[in-house]
């Protein structure tokens, strides 16, 4: 991102391109209003900057306003009919004054009022430059901006509602709560150094230990419940793996709820991997169902084998789907080497048409007694709550799960908070080794320091850049 200064006005189409029944372009900046006057021609025929804030007003986008405002097919003036809303600063997303421009949702509409709106001497935006101001003008700390970002990603009930509460400050509060202890300590380290004879009621070494483990103990719960926030923020990746004409495909589209992936009784059908999100159970999961796992001589068959290996590898958890029908052949020995080392559920499919005891059996043989394993009939719809109810318990084991106030879903915030914990445990050391209180109170500073790296009050300005870089130009 380039260097950007905040005396431009900036401008964007804010709504997805395409057909649709509205777009928006924003403006934000000094020039909003007196760019809004230029081009827009209101039907009381009052200017847009002599309107008050949060007030809407109807009328078109012009080339020249001065020119009949009524439309008519020999007024070519016109660009389109809008809805115009007038934000005054500070009460806005950005604390600057903002012009929204309501058009018609067609890609030509959009950019020929984006076009009036630069020519008149906005800027174009760069991404994420709207969110980014308002966090340089004070309205949000960094991580409110991240959760915007989330709020518009997620995929899942759950992770919408830990972006809201993200959005509203919660883990921003928590956050200055940690703060505020570490610098309760670092005052009261610092005060036995310069004021070592006034008398000072101070804390004791082992006040202070005790506070900095109860500090310490916070931490590491907020960095454990990562493993959860993870999963909620980005989801997982999951592969439906099993030998040809297992039941693969089928499968696909049940999770999916839709009939995304052929299928036909024809083994091979699929032959490269086949990649959609699904929301199952609350957990986003990028599902990819891949090629069956076999040897071939057909140079098509051996690349989707290769990518399926592939897809294997990258994969947080493997759904081994096995033929009831069939029973457990050489093919599903084959797999289950292939994926041993993996997180897996064991689906025995087609349970309609022959009992599955041969194929647990031997599937528990190479996983183990403790393997997920579930039986049912994609055709007869059998047991697929059972499989939910299994992909769900694979997913949250042995995972942390703080309250959602205190959840850590995004990795930036993880590291910094590792850091944290980090300079607290030299802090203790140090205290542990009776070294002087200014070198603790060092170390607590550090500690305070990574901390604001979270909500922004201390980072670099790349680091900065980097983050409103994933942003959509108009956000």
Same mark, same amino acid.
């Given at each position: 991102?380039?260097?950007?200064?905040?005396?431009?006005?900036?401008?964007?189409?804010a709504?997805?391109?395409g057909?649709?029944?509205?777009?928006?372009?924003?403006?934000?900046?000094?020039?909003?209003?007196?760019?809004?006057?230029?081009?827009?021609?209101?039907?009381?025929?009052?200017?847009?900057?002599?309107?008050?804030?949060?007030?809407?007003?109807y009328?078109?986008?012009? %080339?020249?306003?001065?020119?009949?405002?009524?439309?008519?097919?020999?007024? =070519?003036?016109?660009?389109?009919?809008? &809805?115009?809303?007038v934000?005054?600063?500070?009460?806005?997303?950005?604390?600057?004054?903002?012009?929204?421009?309501?058009?018609?949702?067609?890609?030509?509409?959009?950019?020929?009022? +984006?076009?009036?709106?630069?020519?008149?001497?906005? =800027?174009?935006?760069?991404?994420?430059?709207?969110?980014?101001?308002?966090?340089?003008?004070?309205?949000?700390?960094?991580?409110?901006a991240?959760?915007?970002?989330?709020v518009?990603?997620? %995929?899942?009930?759950?992770?919408?509602d830990? /972006?809201?509460?993200?959005?509203e400050?919660?883990?921003?509060?928590?956050?200055?709560?940690?703060?505020?202890?570490?610098?309760?300590? @670092?005052?009261?380290?610092? /005060?036995?150094?310069?004021?070592?004879?006034?008398?000072?009621?101070?804390?004791?070494? @082992?006040?202070?230990?005790? @506070?900095?483990?109860?500090?310490?103990?916070? +931490?590491?719960?907020?960095?454990?419940s990562?493993?959860?926030?993870?999963? &909620?923020?980005?989801?997982?990746?999951?592969?439906?793996?099993?030998?040809?004409?297992?039941?693969?495909?089928?499968?696909?589209?049940?999770?999916?709820?839709?009939?995304?992936?052929?299928?036909?009784?024809?083994p091979?059908?699929?032959?490269?991997? &086949?990649?959609?999100?699904?929301?199952?159970?609350?957990?986003?999961?990028?599902?990819?169902?891949?090629?069956?796992?076999?040897?071939?001589?057909?140079?098509?068959?051996?690349?989707?084998?290769?990518?399926?290996?592939?897809?294997?590898?990258?994969?947080?958890?493997?759904?081994?789907?096995?033929?009831?029908?069939?029973?457990?052949?050489?093919?599903?020995?084959?797999?289950?080497?292939?994926?041993?080392?993996?997180?897996?559920?064991?689906?025995?499919?087609k349970?309609?048409?022959?009992?599955?005891?041969? *194929?647990?059996?031997?599937?528990? %043989?190479?996983?183990?007694?403790?393997?997920?394993?579930?039986?049912?009939?994609?055709?007869?719809?059998m047991?697929?709550?059972?499989?939910?109810?299994?992909?769900?318990?694979?997913?949250?084991?042995?995972?942390?799960?703080?309250?959602?106030?205190?959840?850590?879903?995004?990795?930036?915030?993880?590291?910094?908070?590792?850091?944290t914990?980090?300079?607290?445990?030299?802090?203790?050391?140090?205290?542990?080794k009776?070294?002087?209180?200014?070198?603790?109170?060092?170390?607590?500073?550090?500690?305070?320091?990574?901390?604001?790296?979270?909500?922004?009050?201390?980072?670099?300005?790349?680091?900065?850049?980097?983050?409103?870089?994933?942003? *959509?130009?108009g956000?």
């Amino acid at each position: 991102m380039l260097r950007i200064s905040l005396d431009d006005t900036i401008a964007a189409i804010a709504t997805p391109i395409g057909e649709g029944g509205i777009g928006i372009v924003r403006l934000s900046g000094k020039q909003a209003l007196s760019i809004a006057d230029e081009i827009f021609a209101s039907k009381d025929g009052k200017k847009a900057s002599g309107h008050g804030t949060h007030t809407t007003h109807y009328g078109w986008i012009m %080339k020249d306003t001065a020119e009949p405002r009524e439309p008519s097919t020999e007024n =070519r003036n016109i660009i389109d009919e809008v &809805i115009l809303t007038v934000m005054r600063a500070p009460k806005t997303y950005t604390k600057e004054d903002v012009v929204e421009i309501n058009c018609h949702g067609g890609i030509v509409p959009l950019k020929k009022v +984006l076009e009036m709106v630069l020519s008149c001497g906005a =800027r174009l935006a760069e991404p994420g430059e709207f969110t980014k101001r308002a966090f340089l003008n004070g309205r949000i700390d960094l991580i409110q901006a991240e959760a915007v970002l989330d709020v518009v990603k997620t %995929k899942t009930r759950k992770g919408l509602d830990i /972006a809201l509460l993200q959005l509203e400050g919660n883990l921003s509060k928590s956050i200055a709560d940690l703060k505020n202890k570490l610098m309760d300590i @670092k005052v009261h380290l610092e /005060a036995t150094v310069d004021f070592p004879d006034e008398g000072l009621s101070l804390y004791s070494a @082992k006040e202070t230990f005790v @506070k900095l483990n109860a500090i310490k103990a916070d +931490l590491e719960g907020f960095i454990k419940s990562f493993d959860s926030g993870r999963i &909620i923020r980005e989801g997982i990746s999951s592969v439906i793996c099993g030998k040809p004409n297992a039941g693969k495909s089928s499968l696909m589209n049940e999770l999916l709820n839709e009939e995304r992936v052929i299928v036909t009784p024809i083994p091979g059908t699929t032959r490269d991997a &086949i990649c959609e999100y699904a929301n199952v159970g609350g957990i986003s999961l990028n599902i990819v169902d891949t090629a069956g796992i076999t040897e071939t001589k057909d140079p098509v068959e051996k690349e989707g084998v290769i990518r399926s290996r592939l897809w294997i590898d990258k994969s947080d958890l493997v759904l081994f789907v096995m033929d009831a029908g069939t029973g457990f052949t050489d093919e599903d020995k084959h797999i289950c080497d292939v994926i041993k080392q993996k997180e897996v559920i064991c689906i025995v499919n087609k349970i309609d048409l022959n009992n599955p005891l041969a *194929c647990r059996e031997e599937a528990r %043989k190479h996983f183990g007694k403790d393997i997920p394993f579930v039986e049912i009939s994609l055709l007869k719809k059998m047991n697929l709550d059972i499989l939910i109810k299994a992909i769900t318990d694979a997913v949250w084991k042995g995972k942390a799960f703080a309250n959602d106030y205190n959840i850590l879903t995004n990795a930036r915030h993880k590291d910094s908070f590792s850091r944290t914990l980090d300079f607290v445990n030299e802090a203790i050391l140090s205290l542990n080794k009776g070294q002087s209180e200014d070198i603790i109170a060092i170390s607590i500073n550090e500690a305070i320091l990574s901390l604001g790296e979270v909500t922004g009050e201390s980072i670099s300005q790349e680091a900065l850049n980097r983050i409103f870089e994933q942003f *959509c130009v108009g956000k």
